[in-house]
Protein backbone atom coordinates (compact mmCIF):
# COMPACT_ATOMS: atom_id res chain seq x y z
CA UNK A 1 0.00 0.00 0.00
CA UNK A 2 1.42 3.34 -1.11
CA UNK A 3 2.18 5.94 1.50
CA UNK A 4 -1.07 7.72 0.52
CA UNK A 5 -1.56 11.11 2.29
CA UNK A 6 -4.64 10.73 4.46
CA UNK A 7 -6.40 14.63 5.26
CA UNK A 8 -8.49 14.26 8.83
CA UNK A 9 -10.94 17.18 9.03
CA UNK A 10 -11.87 17.80 12.53
CA UNK A 11 -15.80 19.45 13.21
CA UNK A 12 -15.98 18.65 16.87
CA UNK A 13 -18.65 16.69 18.64
CA UNK A 14 -18.23 14.56 21.77
CA UNK A 15 -14.63 13.29 20.69
CA UNK A 16 -13.62 16.65 21.62
CA UNK A 17 -15.72 17.47 24.57
CA UNK A 18 -14.15 18.95 27.73
CA UNK A 19 -15.20 19.15 31.27
CA UNK A 20 -14.84 23.06 32.38
CA UNK A 21 -13.76 22.35 35.91
CA UNK A 22 -15.01 25.77 37.16
CA UNK A 23 -18.74 25.88 35.77
CA UNK A 24 -19.18 22.31 36.06
CA UNK A 25 -20.27 21.89 32.38
CA UNK A 26 -19.28 20.35 29.13
CA UNK A 27 -17.16 22.50 25.95
CA UNK A 28 -15.22 22.19 23.25
CA UNK A 29 -11.57 23.57 23.92
CA UNK A 30 -9.35 21.89 20.95
CA UNK A 31 -9.32 18.70 19.08
CA UNK A 32 -7.48 15.90 20.82
CA UNK A 33 -7.01 14.69 17.29
CA UNK A 34 -3.31 14.97 17.28
CA UNK A 35 -2.53 13.58 20.67
CA UNK A 36 -4.17 10.49 19.78
CA UNK A 37 -2.64 9.74 16.67
CA UNK A 38 0.22 10.03 18.57
CA UNK A 39 -0.48 7.60 21.51
CA UNK A 40 -1.92 5.54 18.53
CA UNK A 41 1.64 5.47 17.24
CA UNK A 42 0.26 6.31 14.08
CA UNK A 43 2.74 6.59 11.55
CA UNK A 44 0.29 7.55 8.20
CA UNK A 45 1.08 10.61 6.34
CA UNK A 46 -1.58 12.52 7.83
CA UNK A 47 -2.93 16.51 7.27
CA UNK A 48 -5.12 17.47 10.18
CA UNK A 49 -7.50 20.33 9.66
CA UNK A 50 -10.02 21.38 12.46
CA UNK A 51 -13.20 23.23 10.30
CA UNK A 52 -15.31 24.10 13.30
CA UNK A 53 -15.84 22.55 17.23
CA UNK A 54 -19.37 22.16 17.39
CA UNK A 55 -21.97 19.87 18.77
CA UNK A 56 -23.81 17.96 16.17
CA UNK A 57 -27.21 19.00 16.96
CA UNK A 58 -25.73 22.46 16.60
CA UNK A 59 -24.04 22.05 12.78
CA UNK A 60 -25.82 24.27 10.36
CA UNK A 61 -26.41 23.43 7.29
CA UNK A 62 -23.97 26.38 6.42
CA UNK A 63 -21.44 23.75 8.49
CA UNK A 64 -22.15 21.07 6.19
CA UNK A 65 -21.50 23.18 2.85
CA UNK A 66 -17.95 24.37 4.43
CA UNK A 67 -17.21 20.49 5.04
CA UNK A 68 -18.33 19.43 1.93
CA UNK A 69 -16.32 22.43 0.12
CA UNK A 70 -13.29 21.08 2.13
CA UNK A 71 -13.82 17.81 0.63
CA UNK A 72 -13.68 18.57 -2.51
CA UNK A 73 -10.85 21.04 -2.66
CA UNK A 74 -8.15 18.66 -0.85
CA UNK A 75 -5.48 17.41 -2.63
CA UNK A 76 -6.33 13.74 -0.73
CA UNK A 77 -8.30 11.35 -2.02
CA UNK A 78 -9.27 9.87 1.36
CA UNK A 79 -10.68 11.73 4.17
CA UNK A 80 -11.69 10.89 7.65
CA UNK A 81 -13.80 13.53 9.50
CA UNK A 82 -14.37 13.45 12.81
CA UNK A 83 -18.05 14.55 14.22
CA UNK A 84 -20.84 14.68 16.36
CA UNK A 85 -22.87 11.29 16.60
CA UNK A 86 -26.21 13.03 16.44
CA UNK A 87 -26.12 14.18 13.22
CA UNK A 88 -23.31 12.40 11.50
CA UNK A 89 -25.99 10.77 9.43
CA UNK A 90 -26.81 13.91 7.91
CA UNK A 91 -23.77 15.33 7.07
CA UNK A 92 -22.77 12.12 5.65
CA UNK A 93 -25.48 12.30 3.73
CA UNK A 94 -25.03 15.75 2.12
CA UNK A 95 -21.42 14.36 1.27
CA UNK A 96 -22.70 11.30 -0.55
CA UNK A 97 -24.91 13.34 -2.69
CA UNK A 98 -22.01 15.67 -3.79
CA UNK A 99 -18.97 13.54 -3.77
CA UNK A 100 -18.32 10.71 -5.57
CA UNK A 101 -14.40 10.52 -6.40
CA UNK A 102 -13.17 10.16 -2.87
CA UNK A 103 -13.21 8.05 -0.37
CA UNK A 104 -14.40 9.67 2.54
CA UNK A 105 -15.32 7.86 6.17
CA UNK A 106 -17.00 9.77 9.30
CA UNK A 107 -16.29 8.95 12.68
CA UNK A 108 -16.83 9.69 16.64
CA UNK A 109 -17.17 8.54 19.46
CA UNK A 110 -19.93 8.41 21.93
CA UNK A 111 -17.90 9.26 25.08
CA UNK A 112 -15.33 12.30 24.96
CA UNK A 113 -11.56 11.21 24.54
CA UNK A 114 -10.67 12.96 28.01
CA UNK A 115 -12.64 10.78 29.77
CA UNK A 116 -11.62 7.49 31.13
CA UNK A 117 -14.00 4.92 29.08
CA UNK A 118 -14.19 6.95 25.41
CA UNK A 119 -14.36 4.55 22.60
CA UNK A 120 -12.74 7.58 20.53
CA UNK A 121 -9.16 5.89 19.90
CA UNK A 122 -11.12 2.73 18.94
CA UNK A 123 -13.07 4.44 16.38
CA UNK A 124 -10.21 6.24 15.20
CA UNK A 125 -7.54 3.21 14.83
CA UNK A 126 -10.74 1.77 12.47
CA UNK A 127 -11.76 4.94 10.28
CA UNK A 128 -8.13 5.28 9.83
CA UNK A 129 -8.21 1.46 8.24
CA UNK A 130 -11.16 1.52 6.24
CA UNK A 131 -10.17 4.95 4.72
CA UNK A 132 -6.98 3.37 3.54
CA UNK A 133 -9.15 -0.15 2.11
CA UNK A 134 -12.49 1.11 0.81
CA UNK A 135 -12.89 2.36 -2.67
CA UNK A 136 -14.66 5.79 -3.24
CA UNK A 137 -17.80 6.14 -1.34
CA UNK A 138 -19.08 8.36 1.67
CA UNK A 139 -18.90 5.97 4.82
CA UNK A 140 -19.68 6.18 8.64
CA UNK A 141 -17.43 3.85 11.20
CA UNK A 142 -18.77 3.31 14.53
CA UNK A 143 -18.80 0.14 16.69
CA UNK A 144 -16.09 -1.24 14.58
CA UNK A 145 -18.83 -1.46 11.91
CA UNK A 146 -18.78 0.59 8.44
CA UNK A 147 -22.09 1.22 6.43
CA UNK A 148 -22.71 3.12 3.20
CA UNK A 149 -24.13 6.71 4.11
CA UNK A 150 -27.21 5.74 2.71
CA UNK A 151 -27.68 2.39 4.71
CA UNK A 152 -27.31 3.60 7.83
CA UNK A 153 -29.18 5.04 11.14
CA UNK A 154 -28.31 5.94 14.67
CA UNK A 155 -30.39 3.93 17.45
CA UNK A 156 -30.62 6.60 19.87
CA UNK A 157 -32.52 4.96 22.25
CA UNK A 158 -29.05 2.80 22.12
CA UNK A 159 -26.63 4.64 21.31
CA UNK A 160 -25.35 2.86 18.78
CA UNK A 161 -25.34 2.80 14.48
CA UNK A 162 -27.28 0.04 12.55
CA UNK A 163 -27.79 -0.81 8.98
CA UNK A 164 -30.93 1.19 7.52
CA UNK B 1 -21.19 -5.50 4.30
CA UNK B 2 -22.89 -8.17 5.67
CA UNK B 3 -22.52 -9.17 9.65
CA UNK B 4 -19.79 -11.59 8.77
CA UNK B 5 -18.70 -13.46 12.25
CA UNK B 6 -14.56 -12.50 12.69
CA UNK B 7 -12.21 -14.94 14.72
CA UNK B 8 -9.93 -12.90 17.51
CA UNK B 9 -7.22 -15.25 18.58
CA UNK B 10 -4.86 -14.06 21.66
CA UNK B 11 -1.32 -15.11 21.99
CA UNK B 12 -0.38 -12.51 24.27
CA UNK B 13 1.96 -9.97 23.77
CA UNK B 14 2.84 -6.69 25.58
CA UNK B 15 -1.00 -5.93 24.94
CA UNK B 16 -2.11 -8.24 27.89
CA UNK B 17 0.64 -7.58 30.07
CA UNK B 18 -0.28 -6.38 33.82
CA UNK B 19 1.77 -5.26 36.64
CA UNK B 20 2.13 -7.68 39.94
CA UNK B 21 2.10 -5.51 42.79
CA UNK B 22 3.82 -7.87 45.13
CA UNK B 23 6.89 -8.31 43.09
CA UNK B 24 6.97 -5.41 40.89
CA UNK B 25 7.20 -7.18 37.49
CA UNK B 26 4.81 -7.33 34.23
CA UNK B 27 3.03 -10.59 34.26
CA UNK B 28 0.02 -12.24 32.08
CA UNK B 29 -2.95 -12.78 33.88
CA UNK B 30 -5.67 -13.05 31.63
CA UNK B 31 -6.80 -11.31 28.52
CA UNK B 32 -8.07 -7.56 27.84
CA UNK B 33 -9.51 -7.99 24.49
CA UNK B 34 -13.14 -8.58 25.76
CA UNK B 35 -12.73 -5.48 27.58
CA UNK B 36 -11.17 -3.42 25.13
CA UNK B 37 -14.07 -4.29 22.67
CA UNK B 38 -16.92 -3.21 25.18
CA UNK B 39 -14.65 -0.06 25.60
CA UNK B 40 -14.85 0.17 21.61
CA UNK B 41 -18.71 -0.59 21.58
CA UNK B 42 -17.63 -3.24 19.57
CA UNK B 43 -20.87 -4.41 17.40
CA UNK B 44 -19.22 -6.99 15.23
CA UNK B 45 -19.92 -10.60 15.25
CA UNK B 46 -16.67 -11.78 17.27
CA UNK B 47 -15.33 -15.05 18.46
CA UNK B 48 -12.61 -14.76 20.55
CA UNK B 49 -10.65 -17.65 21.86
CA UNK B 50 -7.11 -17.50 23.81
CA UNK B 51 -4.63 -19.46 22.32
CA UNK B 52 -1.87 -19.11 24.39
CA UNK B 53 -0.42 -15.90 26.98
CA UNK B 54 3.20 -15.69 25.93
CA UNK B 55 5.72 -12.90 25.77
CA UNK B 56 6.46 -13.28 21.71
CA UNK B 57 10.16 -14.05 22.99
CA UNK B 58 9.42 -17.01 24.27
CA UNK B 59 6.87 -18.32 21.48
CA UNK B 60 8.30 -21.63 19.83
CA UNK B 61 7.46 -23.78 16.57
CA UNK B 62 5.10 -25.48 18.68
CA UNK B 63 2.92 -22.21 19.44
CA UNK B 64 2.95 -21.51 16.10
CA UNK B 65 1.81 -24.52 14.55
CA UNK B 66 -1.10 -24.27 17.12
CA UNK B 67 -1.54 -20.75 15.70
CA UNK B 68 -1.55 -21.78 11.88
CA UNK B 69 -3.63 -25.11 12.46
CA UNK B 70 -6.35 -22.89 14.48
CA UNK B 71 -6.15 -20.39 11.78
CA UNK B 72 -6.92 -23.11 9.44
CA UNK B 73 -9.69 -24.96 11.03
CA UNK B 74 -11.85 -22.08 12.49
CA UNK B 75 -15.27 -21.89 10.51
CA UNK B 76 -14.35 -17.95 9.98
CA UNK B 77 -12.61 -16.61 7.01
CA UNK B 78 -11.26 -13.46 8.63
CA UNK B 79 -9.25 -13.79 11.88
CA UNK B 80 -7.41 -11.35 13.86
CA UNK B 81 -4.58 -12.55 16.01
CA UNK B 82 -3.10 -10.31 18.79
CA UNK B 83 0.22 -10.96 19.12
CA UNK B 84 3.71 -9.62 20.90
CA UNK B 85 4.89 -7.63 18.46
CA UNK B 86 9.02 -8.69 18.39
CA UNK B 87 8.36 -11.84 16.68
CA UNK B 88 5.21 -10.44 14.93
CA UNK B 89 6.83 -10.90 11.48
CA UNK B 90 8.14 -14.27 11.97
CA UNK B 91 4.90 -15.83 13.33
CA UNK B 92 2.93 -13.37 10.34
CA UNK B 93 5.29 -15.56 7.67
CA UNK B 94 4.53 -19.13 9.07
CA UNK B 95 0.62 -18.16 8.64
CA UNK B 96 1.45 -16.13 5.18
CA UNK B 97 3.33 -19.60 3.62
CA UNK B 98 0.62 -21.75 4.99
CA UNK B 99 -2.78 -19.99 4.74
CA UNK B 100 -4.07 -18.37 1.45
CA UNK B 101 -7.30 -18.47 1.22
CA UNK B 102 -8.42 -16.69 4.62
CA UNK B 103 -7.69 -12.87 5.75
CA UNK B 104 -5.75 -12.72 8.81
CA UNK B 105 -4.43 -9.46 10.43
CA UNK B 106 -1.82 -9.84 13.18
CA UNK B 107 -1.85 -6.54 15.25
CA UNK B 108 -0.15 -6.34 19.15
CA UNK B 109 1.00 -3.25 21.50
CA UNK B 110 3.64 -1.13 22.34
CA UNK B 111 2.76 -0.24 25.63
CA UNK B 112 0.45 -3.07 27.85
CA UNK B 113 -3.54 -1.80 27.64
CA UNK B 114 -3.74 -1.51 31.54
CA UNK B 115 -1.59 1.15 31.60
CA UNK B 116 -2.70 4.63 30.33
CA UNK B 117 -0.55 5.46 27.22
CA UNK B 118 -1.48 2.26 25.15
CA UNK B 119 -1.46 2.11 21.70
CA UNK B 120 -3.53 -1.05 21.81
CA UNK B 121 -7.18 0.31 21.39
CA UNK B 122 -6.24 2.03 18.39
CA UNK B 123 -4.78 -1.00 16.97
CA UNK B 124 -7.48 -3.44 17.40
CA UNK B 125 -9.88 -0.83 16.13
CA UNK B 126 -7.61 -1.08 12.32
CA UNK B 127 -7.29 -4.30 12.49
CA UNK B 128 -10.73 -5.58 12.96
CA UNK B 129 -11.39 -2.83 10.10
CA UNK B 130 -8.76 -4.24 7.87
CA UNK B 131 -9.41 -7.81 8.51
CA UNK B 132 -13.41 -6.82 7.10
CA UNK B 133 -11.90 -4.87 3.92
CA UNK B 134 -9.04 -6.42 2.97
CA UNK B 135 -8.79 -9.49 0.04
CA UNK B 136 -7.49 -12.92 1.52
CA UNK B 137 -3.54 -12.65 2.49
CA UNK B 138 -2.06 -12.45 6.06
CA UNK B 139 -1.38 -9.26 7.24
CA UNK B 140 0.32 -7.11 10.21
CA UNK B 141 -1.40 -3.80 11.22
CA UNK B 142 0.64 -1.27 13.63
CA UNK B 143 0.99 2.14 13.29
CA UNK B 144 -2.29 3.04 11.54
CA UNK B 145 -0.76 1.29 8.74
CA UNK B 146 -1.01 -2.22 7.28
CA UNK B 147 1.63 -4.28 5.64
CA UNK B 148 1.59 -8.33 3.53
CA UNK B 149 3.13 -10.56 5.78
CA UNK B 150 6.24 -10.80 3.37
CA UNK B 151 7.02 -7.34 2.97
CA UNK B 152 7.48 -5.32 6.66
CA UNK B 153 10.12 -5.86 9.51
CA UNK B 154 9.77 -4.50 12.98
CA UNK B 155 12.32 -1.43 13.53
CA UNK B 156 13.33 -2.73 16.84
CA UNK B 157 15.37 0.88 17.67
CA UNK B 158 12.36 3.20 16.73
CA UNK B 159 10.05 0.31 18.02
CA UNK B 160 7.81 0.76 14.72
CA UNK B 161 6.77 -1.57 12.07
CA UNK B 162 7.85 -0.38 8.14
CA UNK B 163 7.99 -1.88 4.75
CA UNK B 164 10.71 -4.66 3.87
CA UNK C 1 -2.72 5.22 66.33
CA UNK C 2 -6.02 2.96 67.44
CA UNK C 3 -7.77 1.49 64.62
CA UNK C 4 -10.74 3.63 65.03
CA UNK C 5 -13.94 3.58 62.66
CA UNK C 6 -14.60 6.36 60.24
CA UNK C 7 -18.07 6.91 58.78
CA UNK C 8 -17.98 8.48 55.09
CA UNK C 9 -21.19 10.38 54.31
CA UNK C 10 -21.36 10.57 50.32
CA UNK C 11 -23.86 13.68 49.42
CA UNK C 12 -22.72 13.72 45.48
CA UNK C 13 -21.29 16.45 44.00
CA UNK C 14 -18.65 16.81 41.02
CA UNK C 15 -16.86 13.75 42.76
CA UNK C 16 -19.21 11.38 41.44
CA UNK C 17 -20.62 12.55 38.67
CA UNK C 18 -20.91 10.54 35.01
CA UNK C 19 -21.12 11.12 31.14
CA UNK C 20 -24.30 9.84 30.18
CA UNK C 21 -23.02 8.54 26.69
CA UNK C 22 -26.93 8.82 25.78
CA UNK C 23 -28.03 12.41 26.23
CA UNK C 24 -24.11 13.50 26.35
CA UNK C 25 -25.21 14.94 29.74
CA UNK C 26 -23.39 14.74 33.01
CA UNK C 27 -25.13 12.60 36.02
CA UNK C 28 -25.20 11.04 39.27
CA UNK C 29 -25.89 7.34 38.85
CA UNK C 30 -24.03 5.94 41.66
CA UNK C 31 -20.98 6.81 44.29
CA UNK C 32 -17.36 5.85 43.36
CA UNK C 33 -16.22 5.94 47.17
CA UNK C 34 -15.36 2.31 47.32
CA UNK C 35 -13.67 2.16 44.33
CA UNK C 36 -11.65 4.68 45.39
CA UNK C 37 -10.81 3.07 48.69
CA UNK C 38 -10.07 0.01 46.39
CA UNK C 39 -7.84 1.75 44.09
CA UNK C 40 -5.80 3.91 47.33
CA UNK C 41 -5.46 -0.15 48.70
CA UNK C 42 -7.31 1.83 51.52
CA UNK C 43 -7.39 -0.24 54.89
CA UNK C 44 -8.54 2.15 56.86
CA UNK C 45 -11.64 0.93 58.92
CA UNK C 46 -14.30 2.48 57.06
CA UNK C 47 -18.57 2.69 56.89
CA UNK C 48 -19.69 4.41 54.12
CA UNK C 49 -23.16 5.27 53.51
CA UNK C 50 -24.77 7.37 50.51
CA UNK C 51 -27.61 10.08 51.74
CA UNK C 52 -27.90 11.81 48.98
CA UNK C 53 -26.76 12.35 45.08
CA UNK C 54 -27.09 16.02 44.26
CA UNK C 55 -25.50 18.88 42.54
CA UNK C 56 -24.48 20.67 45.95
CA UNK C 57 -25.69 23.91 44.05
CA UNK C 58 -29.27 22.27 43.90
CA UNK C 59 -29.02 21.53 47.82
CA UNK C 60 -31.85 22.42 50.27
CA UNK C 61 -31.53 23.45 53.78
CA UNK C 62 -33.45 20.29 54.37
CA UNK C 63 -30.72 18.37 52.99
CA UNK C 64 -28.32 19.83 55.23
CA UNK C 65 -30.53 19.39 57.84
CA UNK C 66 -30.05 15.10 56.83
CA UNK C 67 -26.60 15.71 56.90
CA UNK C 68 -26.04 17.66 60.31
CA UNK C 69 -28.49 14.68 61.42
CA UNK C 70 -26.64 12.11 60.57
CA UNK C 71 -23.37 13.31 61.79
CA UNK C 72 -24.94 14.47 65.41
CA UNK C 73 -25.99 10.37 65.27
CA UNK C 74 -23.02 8.55 63.88
CA UNK C 75 -22.02 6.41 66.06
CA UNK C 76 -18.07 7.64 65.07
CA UNK C 77 -16.42 10.37 65.69
CA UNK C 78 -14.53 11.09 62.60
CA UNK C 79 -16.54 11.80 59.54
CA UNK C 80 -15.55 12.85 56.09
CA UNK C 81 -18.34 14.17 53.90
CA UNK C 82 -18.12 14.14 49.83
CA UNK C 83 -19.63 17.00 48.73
CA UNK C 84 -19.88 19.52 45.69
CA UNK C 85 -17.72 22.35 45.98
CA UNK C 86 -20.30 25.09 45.10
CA UNK C 87 -21.81 25.23 48.64
CA UNK C 88 -19.42 23.38 50.82
CA UNK C 89 -18.76 26.37 52.77
CA UNK C 90 -22.30 26.44 53.57
CA UNK C 91 -22.68 23.10 54.44
CA UNK C 92 -19.48 23.20 56.72
CA UNK C 93 -21.07 26.49 58.60
CA UNK C 94 -24.11 24.55 59.22
CA UNK C 95 -22.44 21.83 60.50
CA UNK C 96 -19.46 23.71 62.73
CA UNK C 97 -22.53 25.94 64.39
CA UNK C 98 -24.24 22.53 65.62
CA UNK C 99 -21.19 19.87 66.23
CA UNK C 100 -18.56 20.61 68.42
CA UNK C 101 -17.53 17.13 69.53
CA UNK C 102 -16.65 15.23 66.35
CA UNK C 103 -13.46 15.80 63.77
CA UNK C 104 -15.98 16.24 60.65
CA UNK C 105 -13.62 17.15 56.96
CA UNK C 106 -15.43 18.26 53.90
CA UNK C 107 -13.89 16.83 50.95
CA UNK C 108 -14.71 17.17 47.26
CA UNK C 109 -13.42 17.16 43.67
CA UNK C 110 -13.45 20.10 41.07
CA UNK C 111 -13.41 17.20 37.99
CA UNK C 112 -15.47 14.12 38.12
CA UNK C 113 -13.31 10.70 39.22
CA UNK C 114 -14.38 9.37 36.55
CA UNK C 115 -13.03 11.67 33.73
CA UNK C 116 -9.23 11.47 33.26
CA UNK C 117 -7.94 14.35 35.09
CA UNK C 118 -9.89 14.13 38.39
CA UNK C 119 -8.35 15.45 41.90
CA UNK C 120 -11.17 13.32 43.62
CA UNK C 121 -8.29 10.49 45.04
CA UNK C 122 -5.74 13.12 46.35
CA UNK C 123 -8.69 14.68 48.02
CA UNK C 124 -10.13 11.84 49.16
CA UNK C 125 -6.62 10.40 50.72
CA UNK C 126 -6.11 14.42 52.23
CA UNK C 127 -9.49 13.89 53.57
CA UNK C 128 -8.83 10.44 55.08
CA UNK C 129 -5.45 11.52 56.68
CA UNK C 130 -6.52 14.84 58.35
CA UNK C 131 -9.76 13.50 60.00
CA UNK C 132 -7.88 10.79 61.73
CA UNK C 133 -5.09 13.79 63.12
CA UNK C 134 -7.44 16.82 63.48
CA UNK C 135 -9.15 17.55 67.13
CA UNK C 136 -12.90 18.02 67.13
CA UNK C 137 -13.64 20.38 64.49
CA UNK C 138 -16.13 20.89 61.02
CA UNK C 139 -13.03 21.41 58.13
CA UNK C 140 -12.74 21.70 54.18
CA UNK C 141 -9.97 19.64 52.74
CA UNK C 142 -9.09 20.59 49.37
CA UNK C 143 -6.12 21.84 46.90
CA UNK C 144 -3.84 19.59 49.98
CA UNK C 145 -4.80 22.10 52.53
CA UNK C 146 -7.31 22.19 55.43
CA UNK C 147 -9.55 24.82 56.96
CA UNK C 148 -11.46 25.12 59.82
CA UNK C 149 -15.09 25.53 58.67
CA UNK C 150 -15.37 29.48 59.36
CA UNK C 151 -11.85 30.62 57.76
CA UNK C 152 -12.72 29.70 54.17
CA UNK C 153 -14.12 30.90 51.33
CA UNK C 154 -14.27 29.35 47.36
CA UNK C 155 -12.63 31.54 45.21
CA UNK C 156 -15.21 30.79 42.03
CA UNK C 157 -12.76 32.38 39.58
CA UNK C 158 -9.99 30.32 39.99
CA UNK C 159 -11.98 27.12 41.07
CA UNK C 160 -9.74 27.02 45.03
CA UNK C 161 -10.37 27.47 48.37
CA UNK C 162 -8.52 29.81 50.60
CA UNK C 163 -8.41 31.33 54.07
CA UNK C 164 -11.15 33.71 54.30
CA UNK D 1 -2.90 26.52 59.76
CA UNK D 2 -0.09 28.75 58.51
CA UNK D 3 1.09 28.27 54.74
CA UNK D 4 4.46 26.40 56.12
CA UNK D 5 6.41 25.58 52.95
CA UNK D 6 6.88 21.67 52.78
CA UNK D 7 9.69 19.61 51.79
CA UNK D 8 9.05 16.57 49.35
CA UNK D 9 12.16 14.30 48.47
CA UNK D 10 11.71 12.13 45.80
CA UNK D 11 14.06 8.86 45.92
CA UNK D 12 12.37 6.91 42.99
CA UNK D 13 9.94 3.67 43.76
CA UNK D 14 7.45 2.23 41.84
CA UNK D 15 5.36 5.95 42.21
CA UNK D 16 8.20 6.93 39.42
CA UNK D 17 8.05 3.50 37.58
CA UNK D 18 7.56 3.81 33.69
CA UNK D 19 7.33 1.41 30.81
CA UNK D 20 10.09 0.95 28.53
CA UNK D 21 8.20 0.40 25.43
CA UNK D 22 11.04 -0.87 23.46
CA UNK D 23 12.66 -3.01 25.66
CA UNK D 24 9.59 -4.07 27.50
CA UNK D 25 10.69 -3.16 30.82
CA UNK D 26 10.46 -1.14 33.66
CA UNK D 27 12.34 1.95 34.15
CA UNK D 28 13.30 5.20 36.15
CA UNK D 29 12.76 8.34 33.45
CA UNK D 30 11.69 11.60 35.95
CA UNK D 31 9.33 11.87 38.76
CA UNK D 32 5.93 12.25 38.36
CA UNK D 33 5.14 13.96 41.43
CA UNK D 34 4.60 17.66 40.12
CA UNK D 35 2.65 16.16 37.75
CA UNK D 36 0.45 14.54 40.73
CA UNK D 37 0.60 17.80 42.81
CA UNK D 38 -0.94 19.74 39.71
CA UNK D 39 -3.41 16.81 39.12
CA UNK D 40 -4.83 17.47 42.50
CA UNK D 41 -4.75 20.85 42.14
CA UNK D 42 -2.45 21.18 45.23
CA UNK D 43 -1.99 24.60 46.39
CA UNK D 44 0.42 23.92 49.36
CA UNK D 45 3.52 25.83 49.33
CA UNK D 46 5.74 23.30 48.51
CA UNK D 47 9.90 22.73 47.21
CA UNK D 48 10.57 19.27 45.48
CA UNK D 49 13.86 17.67 44.99
CA UNK D 50 14.63 14.95 42.83
CA UNK D 51 17.41 12.91 45.48
CA UNK D 52 17.82 9.79 43.45
CA UNK D 53 16.00 7.80 41.40
CA UNK D 54 16.07 3.95 42.37
CA UNK D 55 14.17 1.07 43.34
CA UNK D 56 14.46 0.57 46.98
CA UNK D 57 15.43 -2.95 47.04
CA UNK D 58 19.03 -1.18 45.03
CA UNK D 59 18.93 1.35 47.94
CA UNK D 60 22.18 1.44 49.65
CA UNK D 61 23.50 2.61 52.77
CA UNK D 62 25.41 5.46 51.07
CA UNK D 63 21.77 7.00 49.75
CA UNK D 64 20.12 6.50 53.11
CA UNK D 65 23.02 8.85 54.46
CA UNK D 66 21.78 11.05 52.03
CA UNK D 67 18.57 11.02 52.37
CA UNK D 68 19.34 11.53 56.61
CA UNK D 69 21.62 14.40 55.55
CA UNK D 70 19.37 16.47 52.98
CA UNK D 71 16.16 15.97 55.99
CA UNK D 72 18.36 17.58 58.43
CA UNK D 73 19.31 20.36 56.19
CA UNK D 74 16.67 21.23 54.87
CA UNK D 75 15.61 24.84 56.32
CA UNK D 76 11.92 22.68 56.36
CA UNK D 77 10.64 21.16 59.72
CA UNK D 78 7.67 19.19 57.28
CA UNK D 79 9.14 16.68 54.72
CA UNK D 80 7.43 14.17 52.77
CA UNK D 81 9.21 11.76 51.48
CA UNK D 82 8.47 9.19 48.31
CA UNK D 83 10.24 5.74 47.97
CA UNK D 84 10.24 2.09 47.42
CA UNK D 85 8.00 0.07 49.41
CA UNK D 86 10.51 -2.66 49.82
CA UNK D 87 12.61 -0.81 51.93
CA UNK D 88 10.55 1.73 53.53
CA UNK D 89 10.70 0.90 56.88
CA UNK D 90 14.49 0.31 56.74
CA UNK D 91 14.90 3.78 55.78
CA UNK D 92 12.92 5.31 57.79
CA UNK D 93 14.38 3.35 61.04
CA UNK D 94 17.90 5.34 59.30
CA UNK D 95 15.61 8.67 60.03
CA UNK D 96 13.82 7.74 63.37
CA UNK D 97 17.08 7.12 65.05
CA UNK D 98 18.67 10.18 63.89
CA UNK D 99 16.30 13.48 63.79
CA UNK D 100 13.87 13.91 66.28
CA UNK D 101 12.88 17.38 65.29
CA UNK D 102 11.15 16.81 62.09
CA UNK D 103 7.83 15.99 60.89
CA UNK D 104 8.86 13.37 58.15
CA UNK D 105 6.24 11.06 56.65
CA UNK D 106 7.84 8.73 54.13
CA UNK D 107 5.14 6.76 51.32
CA UNK D 108 5.16 5.19 47.79
CA UNK D 109 2.87 3.41 45.51
CA UNK D 110 2.39 -0.62 45.03
CA UNK D 111 1.45 0.16 41.37
CA UNK D 112 3.18 2.88 38.97
CA UNK D 113 1.32 6.43 38.57
CA UNK D 114 1.66 5.96 34.83
CA UNK D 115 -0.73 2.65 35.06
CA UNK D 116 -3.87 2.80 35.32
CA UNK D 117 -4.98 1.56 38.76
CA UNK D 118 -2.09 3.60 40.59
CA UNK D 119 -2.61 4.32 44.30
CA UNK D 120 -0.11 6.78 44.32
CA UNK D 121 -2.24 10.03 44.01
CA UNK D 122 -3.99 8.98 47.54
CA UNK D 123 -0.95 7.88 48.93
CA UNK D 124 0.56 11.57 48.44
CA UNK D 125 -2.85 13.09 49.48
CA UNK D 126 -2.58 11.65 52.72
CA UNK D 127 1.29 11.77 53.35
CA UNK D 128 0.63 15.76 52.27
CA UNK D 129 -1.96 16.29 54.91
CA UNK D 130 -0.22 13.32 57.55
CA UNK D 131 2.61 15.67 57.63
CA UNK D 132 1.14 19.10 58.20
CA UNK D 133 -0.80 17.88 61.36
CA UNK D 134 1.36 15.17 63.07
CA UNK D 135 4.06 15.76 65.55
CA UNK D 136 7.71 15.92 64.83
CA UNK D 137 8.59 11.97 64.54
CA UNK D 138 9.42 10.18 61.66
CA UNK D 139 6.03 8.22 59.80
CA UNK D 140 5.05 5.82 57.03
CA UNK D 141 1.89 6.47 55.23
CA UNK D 142 0.27 3.60 53.44
CA UNK D 143 -3.09 2.68 52.61
CA UNK D 144 -4.77 5.22 53.90
CA UNK D 145 -3.01 4.89 57.64
CA UNK D 146 0.32 6.15 58.92
CA UNK D 147 2.40 4.25 61.44
CA UNK D 148 5.36 5.35 63.60
CA UNK D 149 8.84 4.54 61.89
CA UNK D 150 9.62 1.95 64.72
CA UNK D 151 5.63 0.25 64.71
CA UNK D 152 5.16 -0.82 61.21
CA UNK D 153 6.06 -3.68 58.96
CA UNK D 154 5.65 -4.46 55.72
CA UNK D 155 3.68 -7.65 54.81
CA UNK D 156 5.04 -8.69 51.53
CA UNK D 157 2.52 -11.61 51.11
CA UNK D 158 -0.16 -8.77 50.77
CA UNK D 159 1.67 -5.93 49.78
CA UNK D 160 -0.15 -4.24 52.61
CA UNK D 161 1.17 -2.18 55.89
CA UNK D 162 0.80 -2.85 59.21
CA UNK D 163 1.47 -2.02 62.83
CA UNK D 164 4.63 -4.21 63.87
Known sequence: MPPERIRILVTGGTFDKEYNELSGTLFFHDTHVPEMLHLGRCLLDIEARTLMMVDSLDMTDDDRRIIVEHCRAAPESRIVITHGTDTMVETAAHLGREIRDKTIVLTGAMVPYRFGSSDGLFNLGSALAFVQTLPPGVYIAMNGRVF??????????QGVFEAA
Chains 1, 2, 3, 4 share one sequence.
Not at 148 to 153: E, G, S, T
Request: net charge positive; hydrophobic share 20%; no cysteine.
Open 148 to 157: PWDKVRKNKG
